[in-house]
């Protein structure tokens, strides 16, 4: 163990005297590994981050869900999207909503729920016109995050009863009430009054401006339906979607999709032959395209950064190669003592990849210090697993320029070194 240490702090030596001595060369070898390990990890930190905030922007379609609506979110694998056949199916409608959460034995939540956007909300002189009007039923809050910050969700009773009762978003609450919460007022919507009965926690704004609750009104879906008409074969009505969330213990809500999909197609008496005229959507289809994206994307980085460190590797050859010249007598002096072949050997290689390492530091550091850029509402953050990432390619490349010179050195003959 004794001599193990000393071997690596002799080769630790020689590789910072080389480093020292010879700055200018070392620096501009180096400078391929750097470059090569900015270009990787970078690329990927910058996908990594991409992907992570694409994918909570995401969010509010929720986790472990099944939507079941007229318009499927992807084509089907080599088709195309028919939209005009899409547009021909009919809403899904409240007394399939009735229907299903009667009959459906593997989910654990259930819910329907519509939307109109661009809704002004009133309350005396203040108003509020960027709002989404949101018509949930009771199990909304299971499918979805309502997270209330004062205040309470509806009762059973409320939303039943179709009372007009709203939760307001954070952006709502402002406008409406800059010097209060608003909690037990009214305000207008459509010219109808609605009780406030919870504001919702601020979620903020998302890197795709996808919807949040910051901007949403939240009524009961039976109070939503006195404004507008759902699910009754109305060419202007508004579409309504049904979210089932499956259990826990369904993977991949295999069971959940086979007893949803033959519940559907007695409701609306589909025949066997008869294809489904209703779509039923996961958010995992929109992120399984999202994910192929950024995969070219980390396979563009590696071969942008691949060429990098591939230069990077011949220079670190090179100066390996110049340092075994240079030391040759001393290897000759070394082996003449008792030093073994693999002391030598490792001496070098230890050398290489300590050279490349830094390099690999160096291209680290570099990216490190990108993460702090301003990119708007894109927050850059280096992983752990890039970090290992680079240092383990940057110490294999390393490994790998350096094996030949060292197996050269090691060979040598200690009475020909010597002359030398």
Known sequence: MVVIVKLIMESFRFAWNALRMNVFRTTLSLLGVTVGIFAIIGVLTVVDSLEKSIRDSLSFLGTGVIYVGKWPFTAEDGKEYNWWDFWKRPNPSYDEYKFLSDNLKAKSAIAIWSRDGRSVM??????????????????????????????????????????????????????????????????????????????????????????????????????????????????????????????????GLVQLEYELRGLLRSKRGLRPADKDNFALNRPEAIANIIGGVFDVLSVAGWIIGGFSILVGGFGIANIMFVSVRERTNIIGIQKSLGAKNYFVLFQFLFEAVFLSGLGGFIGLFLVFLLSFASLGSLELSLTLRNVALGIGVSMAIGMVAGIIPAAMAARMDPVEAIRA
């Open 122 to 251: 009133k309350y005396e002189s203040n108003s509020y016109s960027d709002g989404n009007l949101v018509g949930g039923s009771y199990g909304y809050k299971d499918v979805f995050s309502v997270p209330i910050e004062e205040g309470r969700y509806f009762t059973e009773s409320e939303v039943d009863n179709g009372r007009n009762v709203v939760l307001i978003g954070y952006n709502v609450a402002k406008a409406l009430f800059p010097n209060s919460n608003g909690l037990g007022k009214e305000i207008k919507i459509k010219g109808l009054k609605y009780h406030v009965i919870g504001i919702m926690e601020q979620e903020g704004e998302s890197f795709m401006g996808t919807p949040s609750n910051d901007d949403n009104c939240i009524v009961p879906y039976n109070s939503f339906r006195k404004i507008y008409s759902t699910g009754l074969g109305r060419w202007n009505e508004k579409s309504s979607i049904i979210g089932i969330k499956g259990h826990d213990s369904d993977v």
